[in-house]
Nanobody, 123 residues
């Protein structure tokens, strides 16, 4: 059973940066994704990384600003978020699951393991 723990959230001003970290215990599958959930809204994928092949995907609003990467520690991934905007705010979840086609899934149902989330506030 894979357990995920997110860290690195916080409160920043617009234009600022944060680095989120997801640490997995157990033996995770190859796909890690970051989902954001704003109050009253559904959880949506913002980025994913297939760690064995370093295949990354980003939703259009974060392209060029967010970077998903493998960590130097085993079973750790990061999400570097630059030029943050108020609309980036929300509870960010790390998810882990199997590969889907050429990359990773983009829906909640594609992932079987979830962290509890880390809050990002942008003012």
């Amino acid at each position: 059973h894979v357990q995920l723990v997110e860290s690195g959230g916080g409160s920043v001003q617009a234009g600022g940066s944060l680095i989120l970290t997801c640490a997995a215990s157990g033996v995770p599958f190859g796909c890690f994704a970051w989902f954001r959930q704003a109050p009253g809204q559904e959880r949506e994928a913002v980025a994913s990384i297939y760690t064995p092949g370093n295949i990354r995907w980003y939703t259009d609003p974060v392209k060029g600003r967010f970077t998903a990467s493998r960590g130097t520690e085993r079973y750790t991934v990061h999400l570097k978020m630059n030029s943050l905007k108020p609309e980036d705010a929300g509870l960010y979840f790390c998810a882990n699951g199997v590969r889907r086609g050429h990359g990773c899934g983009r829906t909640v149902g594609d992932y079987g393991s979830w962290g509890e989330g880390t809050q990002v506030t942008v003012s």
